[in-house]
């Protein structure tokens, strides 16, 4: 019997291999009919992780799982929910916790978390301020809302932040949270006393501040007890306050086309030995968690000096000293540094109920043109995350607040996915149709 050509064969296995590397295992992307966002069923958590992962509804609840009742404003008013999710803290340390520089003290005061909704929209929360020996601000991701799922144009997931006042936080349909840490450049001068600092980066007129400075600014008086490696100490602190401050140096600079920008920035503060901690702009705004963080320079009635001068970052509520920076040098305002995801383009056609599917890590092969109309870019994997976009290629948000819509759900499959499934049919019907010939 003569044989027949091996390249059929070859030619099927490829159709099916291109159908399997188009995917069918990731997140799944729905959303209901006439809201502003896909419904995600996982997402990503990347970064200064030891063990970047994605996570399903099934697997935040295999986590401890918290509830809580929270208040904020939104534009429609004043919100009461009560939530049920994992706290951000556990979610980090079930991802092996943050992958600290040993070589660096109390490291993990540099680092912030970047969480991005499905629209593009982002917000930060520094590490301390959900670390339980600092802030210990219980900050969920939740999953249910009012003991019903998160309802239609909120996402699966979405963040709490317990402290704010305003719900510019409260970040819905969760697609990619990113664990980063400072990269400010480090200037040591040697330790010891400081005469002046900087305030330098992503504000309107960077300046220099000497005691007389800071004394000719508006001032407050706190009191604040925290542990320190001497036990407990309780201070009564003078100084000026630090969104007060960054007010004097002109304001915080926003990007172009982000909404609430300002809490996509941190603001990392050195001191003359080169130790650093952050805080987020949301821990100070007054329209959030408003804490009055405050730059002194004088303690207990009495100048700062030596070692401790001559200003002082004092955050009130931390649990422990880690983030009373003395000695200050410069304080910087710097962006986001997360990658940003272009936002997911909504569509209102109707299907069957959303049925949440695992993640997989899987190979997305290069996007393929449109065969007719433009679709939506592929889902984010749970990588580590690729090298940040400047702030001038950022893409433009959406709305955030969703129109009305029914509750049916449509998939949006990604562009790169139908492609390949498209040609991986093609090649395999192709393959069929000769093999039947020659029979």
Not at 226 to 249: I, N, P, W
């Amino acid at each position: 019997m003569p044989s027949r050509p091996v390249w059929p064969a070859v030619l099927l296995v490829l159709g099916l291999a291109l159908v399997f590397a188009s995917g069918g295992w990731g997140p799944v992307l729905a959303a209901p009919a006439g809201q502003t966002a896909p419904y995600l069923t996982a997402f990503d958590l990347v970064g200064s992780v030891r063990t970047p992962k994605g996570y399903t509804l099934a697997d935040l609840q295999r986590l401890p799982v918290q509830t809580q009742t929270d208040t904020f404003r939104t534009a429609a008013g004043t919100e009461t929910h009560t939530y049920r999710g994992v706290l951000l803290y556990d979610l980090i340390q079930d991802a092996g916790g943050l992958a600290l520089d040993p070589s660096r003290r109390n490291d993990q005061l540099r680092f912030y978390i970047s969480v991005q909704g499905s629209d593009g929209y982002e917000a930060l929360f520094a590490y301390a301020e959900i670390d339980p020996g600092f802030g210990n601000q219980p900050v969920l991701v939740a999953f249910e809302e009012d003991g019903q799922p998160l309802p239609p144009g909120r996402g699966a997931f979405r963040m709490t932040a317990p402290s704010d006042t305003a719900g510019g936080r409260y970040v819905f349909a969760v697609r990619r949270i990113t664990v980063l840490s400072s990269t400010v450049p480090i200037v040591r001068t040697g330790g010891g006393f400081s005469s002046n600092f900087d305030v330098m980066g992503a504000v309107r007129t960077p300046k220099t501040y000497d005691l007389a400075a800071l004394q000719a600014l508006p001032t407050q008086t706190l009191t604040v007890t925290f542990q320190s490696g001497s036990g407990t100490q309780t201070h009564t602190e003078r100084g000026v306050l630090l969104r007060d401050l960054l007010a004097d140096a002109g304001g915080i600079v926003p990007t172009p086309n982000r909404r609430n920008d300002a809490l996509r920035k941190y603001i990392s503060v050195q001191a003359t030995d080169g130790y650093e901690a952050i805080v987020v702009s949301g821990e100070f705004d007054p329209n959030f968690a408003n804490k009055s963080i405050l730059v002194s320079f004088e303690e207990d009635g009495r100048p700062l000096t030596g070692g401790g001068g001559f200003a002082r970052l004092v955050v009130p509520g931390d649990r422990r000293g880690g983030r009373y920076v003395s000695a200050i040098t410069r304080i910087t305002v710097h962006d986001s540094e997360a990658l940003l995801l272009p936002a997911i383009a909504p569509t209102a056609t109707p299907t069957a109920t959303l049925v949440p599917t695992p993640n997989v890590l899987r190979l997305v092969p290069a996007p393929l043109p449109p065969l007719v109309q433009p679709l939506p870019p592929p889902p984010p994997l749970f990588l580590a995350p690729a090298p940040m976009l400047p702030p001038s290629a950022a893409p433009p948000a959406s709305p955030r607040e969703p129109r009305s819509g029914g509750p049916a759900e449509v998939p949006i499959v990604p562009e790169a996915d139908a492609g390949v499934l498209l040609l991986g049919g093609l090649v395999g019907l192709a393959a069929l149709a000769w093999w039947r010939r020659q029979r």
